[in-house]
């Protein structure tokens, strides 16, 4: 079941770089569908099935594995950590979150000078980075330095919810989501054969799917990703991107890819066809890792579908389960539609 996997998924850590566990659950699920896979030297995770035909263009789907997080940069004399951000984070939602640190899992609280100690222009300002800490009850450096090293990774709270009208929240729903989407087609019997790429470091510059997309060569790429909705009530009109719960968000443009004309058309028009809501960006933001496919080599004809995700690369996003099953639904019939010569 789709939601059960995005649970799965989103519980996991796997930070940029340290995708090693999420890599490892689909590798096991893939292989157990009879997929051929294969770890490259990034760590993309790049799985060939089978189907029922080899279609006129090889087609490749795309989700990166990685989410968000934090890195150890320094533990001071007093046993706190210092830390950088592993992808962009707004540093406003960091006070106060707890996290986990390293494969051990030793918890922590981001911390920040006490509000009583801070002067009135502080106040007024975000905290810099430099400002925070990770609180993890060591009491010098020695013993910060038994539980954790400079360059371990830290990854929120992995606490999920399902609340009002079919909404989820947990962490990392960008884009495991995507990962999940795609390990359940991979589960399908498909209509033609279809490489799926589970790619890494995408929040910090789309660096795995170069490599995936230069060893696939596919003609046509279809990525699966969560971008980010403001659509919240102070956000004004003209600048929410898109909606939580309106469908599946098809782009023509973002900020780092102009999409293939034709393959929006075909994206739209199986929605049409097949009663799927949808939607487009309203506001040109993001990026995907499209932007690296569609480069490779000769060029690759790029198409994306996303789901609308308030709160993007906090610990705490919110996106509704009935776009993700849409999602899946609209994947599924693109592939369908690759393989009868539609794209």
């Known amino acids: 079941m789709l939601l059960d996997s995005v649970k799965a998924l989103c519980a996991l850590s796997g930070p940029s770089s340290y995708e090693g566990p999420v890599r490892d659950y689909l590798k096991a699920r893939a292989e157990a569908a009879g997929a051929v896979c294969q ?32 890195i150890v940069k320094r533990i001071t004399d ?9 992808g962009g984070i707004d540093r406003r939602v960091l006070i106060g979150k707890p996290v986990f640190l390293g494969k051990n899992r030793i918890p922590g609280v981001i911390g920040l ?21 990770i609180d993890i009850g060591a009491s010098d450096r020695e013993e910060g330095e038994t539980l954790t090293h400079i360059g371990d990774f830290a990854v929120f709270s992995d606490s999920i919810t399902e609340f009002g009208d079919h909404m989820l929240k947990a962490k990392a729903i960008d884009d495991r989501l995507g990962c999940a989407v795609m390990i359940e087609l991979l589960e399908r019997e498909l209509p033609m054969d279809v490489t799926f790429a589970f790619t890494v ?19 046509i790429a279809l990525i699966i990703e969560g971008t980010t909705a403001a659509d919240s009530p102070t956000t004004d009109v003209h600048r929410r991107v898109c909606y939580s719960g309106r469908g599946p968000v098809i782009p023509y443009m ?27 960006k309203e506001y040109i933001s ?58």
């Open 39 to 70: 770890v490259d030297r990034l760590g993309n995770l790049i799985c060939e099935k089978k189907g029922a035909i080899s279609a006129p263009h090889k087609l490749m789907l795309a989700a990166h594995m990685d989410e968000v997080g934090l």
């Open 78 to 86: 007093e046993g706190y950590i210092k830390f950088a951000c592993l």
């Open 113 to 133: 000078k006490a509000i009583h100690l801070t002067t009135p222009e502080e106040r007024k300002k975000v905290p810099q980075l430099d400002d925070l800490y």
């Open 201 to 219: 470091q995408e929040e910090v510059g789309t660096r795995g799917a170069f490599g995936a997309a230069f060893s696939v060569t596919p003609e």
């Open 254 to 280: 973002d900020g780092g890819t102009v999409y293939d004309p034709k393959l929006f058309d075909l994206l739209r028009d199986l929605a049409e066809e097949g009663n799927i809501p949808w939607q487009t």
């Open 286 to 343: 993001g990026g995907t890792d499209a932007r690296v496919i569609q480069r490779t080599k000769t060029g690759v004809r790029v198409a994306a579908v996303s789901a609308a995700v308030r709160y993007l690369h906090s610990p705490s996003s919110i996106a509704s389960v009935l776009d993700f099953q849409n999602i899946e639904i609209l994947a599924l019939r693109f592939i369908e539609a690759v393989a009868h010569g539609r794209a």
